[in-house]
């Protein structure tokens, strides 16, 4: 892996990819049989999402699909990261197949493969069939084989052409976004059903490993997990534990029942978490490690943290003087990702790495001459993947990094109001045009560097 100076150079084989997920830019709500999910339903209750928008059609992706692959072709990316609708597959959860939906992800796989690009598929990215919801959704230990059933089916279907599987993405926000915070769907503030659904969640997608290696046995299999170092905000003692807790909140309380098949000791010492798994046998999250091959990382940002004693379960976010900030208020550090990647390989050395998603939202606006200039993006870019290149230089496993996200769509609570996108969406018309970044990353794919 060279680096000359000025120039970055990834070695030839590292992946170059860009990530969506179906409910963010499919639409086609209720298109071919496809099932309420708990999306459809928060964003339809009044007061859920910005500007009350919903996913019905977002970027339309369900009928554009074959433009939006060109698109991909056209910027050079080598491997496409999307997820499985699953009320598309099961309108109900389990029980009758829909086959029109398991027809739409064929096409979708047969245009990729036709262009040369690897799929690399999700089978849950947040929006669960409201059947199941509605039967207790992921606080649900039934949940682990109506999960099951479904990778099954899926896997059986599209096995034969899939790259890499990941089973779920960012579980900590399902559950503690979904039943503890009530912000993204199913909109809880329910402690015990936020534990609950972690569990489940962690458990569902070990029972969904074996089914997937099967059913798919020359895939790779992986799960996403977002990762957000906490660091204090001085070396006080209480800055420094709470530091410690809320690292064990976003990032260890995944990491290590996925790679020990254990939860941290510590965390489970902690009275809301005790009570809240109160009667669960813990030991069976040791179902949570059925050995993968990746583990796909999904880096944003990182908070720096002070103990607040009036509300010890919310500590104050500081704001270090000079600090960078994206559309989402989230801090811009390269560094960080480097240092995060770098600690993953040597406390749980996963055997491969990919940065699943990674990207930034800003607000671009689209100039009459159909250029979109997004130089913060580019900027961006240009800084994380310094920090990928350090991390690869440092000994990570690192196999290759997708862009949050192809196309601006639909961002959950916050409606259409960030652009994440390489490629910006005209909601009105759905016209897509190429973002200065998106010229960038070819660049970066053309000459494995920048
Ligand atoms: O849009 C989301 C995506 O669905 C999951 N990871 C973070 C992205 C930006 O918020």
Same mark, same amino acid.
């Given at each position: 892996?060279?680096?000359?100076?000025g120039?970055?150079?990834?070695?030839?084989?590292?992946?170059?990819?860009?990530?969506?997920?179906s409910?963010?830019?499919?639409?086609?709500?209720?298109?071919?049989?496809?099932?309420?999910?708990?999306?459809?339903?928060?964003?339809h209750t009044?007061?859920k999402?910005?500007?009350?928008?919903?996913?019905?059609?977002a970027?339309?992706h369900?009928?554009?699909?074959?433009?939006?692959?060109?698109?991909?072709?056209?910027?050079?990316?080598?491997?496409?990261?999307y997820?499985?609708?699953?009320?598309?597959?099961?309108?109900?959860?389990?029980?009758?197949?829909n086959?029109?939906?398991?027809?739409?992800?064929?096409?979708?796989?047969?245009?990729?493969?036709?262009?040369?690009?690897?799929?690399?598929?999700?089978?849950?990215?947040?929006?669960?069939?409201?059947?199941?919801?509605?039967q207790?959704?992921?606080?649900?230990?039934?949940?682990?084989?109506w999960?099951?059933?479904?990778?099954?089916?899926?896997?059986?279907?599209?096995?034969?052409?899939?790259?890499?599987?990941m089973?779920?993405?960012?579980?900590?926000?399902?559950?503690?976004?979904?039943y503890?915070?009530?912000?993204?769907?199913?909109?809880?503030?329910?402690?015990?059903?936020?534990?609950?659904?972690?569990?489940?969640?962690?458990?569902?997608?070990?029972?969904?490993?074996?089914?997937?290696?099967?059913?798919?046995?020359q895939?790779?299999?992986?799960?996403?997990?977002?990762?957000?170092?906490?660091?204090?905000?001085?070396?006080?003692?209480?800055?420094?534990?709470?530091?410690?807790?809320?690292?064990?909140?976003?990032?260890?309380?995944?990491?290590?029942?996925?790679f020990k098949?254990? !939860?941290?000791?510590?965390?489970l +010492?902690?009275?809301?978490i005790? #009570? =809240? $798994?109160? %009667?669960?046998? *813990?030991?069976?999250?040791?179902q949570?490690?059925?050995?993968?091959?990746?583990?796909?990382?999904?880096?944003?940002?990182?908070?720096?943290?002070?103990?607040?004693?009036?509300?010890?379960?919310?500590?104050?976010?500081?704001?270090?003087?000079?600090?960078?900030?994206?559309?989402?208020?989230?801090?811009?550090?390269?560094?960080?990702?480097?240092?995060?990647?770098?600690?993953?390989?040597?406390?749980?050395?996963?055997k491969?790495?990919y940065?699943?998603?990674?990207?930034a939202?800003f607000?671009?606006?689209?100039?009459?001459?159909?250029?979109?200039?997004?130089?913060?993006?580019?900027?961006?870019?240009?800084? !994380?993947?310094?920090?990928?290149? +350090?991390?690869?230089?440092?000994? #990570? =496993? $690192?196999k %290759?990094?997708? *862009?949050?996200?192809?196309?601006?769509?639909?961002e959950?609570?916050?409606?259409?109001?960030?652009?994440?996108?390489?490629?910006?969406?005209?909601?009105?018309?759905?016209?897509?045009?190429?973002?200065?970044?998106?010229?960038?990353?070819?660049?970066?794919i053309?000459?494995?560097g920048?």
């Amino acid at each position: 892996m060279a680096q000359e100076k000025g120039k970055i150079t990834f070695p030839a084989d590292f992946l170059w990819g860009t990530a969506t997920s179906s409910y963010q830019i499919e639409g086609g709500a209720l298109s071919d049989g496809r099932g309420e999910c708990i999306w459809t339903r928060f964003s339809h209750t009044p007061g859920k999402t910005k500007n009350g928008d919903t996913g019905d059609v977002a970027c339309d992706h369900y009928q554009r699909y074959r433009q939006d692959v060109a698109l991909m072709r056209d910027i050079g990316v080598q491997a496409y990261r999307y997820s499985i609708s699953w009320p598309r597959i099961l309108p109900q959860g389990t029980g009758a197949l829909n086959e029109a939906g398991l027809d739409f992800y064929d096409r979708l796989t047969d245009e990729l493969l036709h262009n040369d690009i690897q799929p690399y598929v999700t089978l849950y990215h947040w929006d669960l069939p409201q059947a199941l919801e509605d039967q207790g959704g992921w606080a649900n230990p039934a949940i682990v084989d109506w999960f099951a059933h479904y990778a099954d089916v899926v896997s059986q279907r599209l096995g034969d052409r899939v790259t890499a599987w990941m089973t779920l993405n960012e579980p900590w926000c399902s559950a503690m976004l979904g039943y503890l915070l009530g912000i993204h769907a199913p909109g809880m503030r329910d402690p015990r059903r936020a534990y609950l659904a972690a569990h489940y969640l962690l458990r569902a997608h070990g029972a969904a490993v074996p089914l997937l290696r099967r059913n798919s046995p020359q895939s790779r299999l992986g799960i996403a997990l977002n990762l957000i170092p906490q660091y204090p905000a001085s070396d006080k003692p209480e800055d420094v534990r709470t530091a410690r807790y809320f690292d064990g909140f976003f990032n260890r309380w995944y990491l290590d029942p996925v790679f020990k098949g254990v !939860y941290p000791e510590d965390m489970l +010492a902690d009275g809301m978490i005790s #009570a =809240a $798994l109160q %009667g669960v046998d *813990v030991s069976t999250i040791r179902q949570a490690a059925a050995p993968i091959d990746f583990l796909g990382i999904n880096y944003y940002t990182h908070n720096t943290i002070a103990y607040d004693p009036e509300n010890p379960q919310q500590p104050r976010q500081v704001r270090p003087a000079g600090a960078r900030f994206t559309e989402m208020g989230w801090e811009i550090n390269g560094q960080e990702m480097a240092n995060t990647l770098l600690r993953v390989q040597r406390e749980y050395a996963p055997k491969a790495m990919y940065i699943t998603e990674n990207g930034a939202a800003f607000a671009d606006v689209a100039a009459n001459g159909g250029m979109v200039e997004d130089p913060q993006r580019v900027d961006f870019l240009k800084e !994380y993947l310094t920090a990928t290149h +350090a991390a690869l230089r440092g000994g #990570a =496993a $690192l196999k %290759g990094y997708f *862009v949050w996200s192809l196309m601006d769509n639909f961002e959950w609570g916050e409606g259409y109001s960030k652009r994440f996108g390489l490629v910006y969406v005209d909601y009105p018309t759905q016209q897509r045009t190429l973002k200065r970044s998106a010229h960038f990353y070819r660049e970066v794919i053309r000459a494995s560097g920048f």
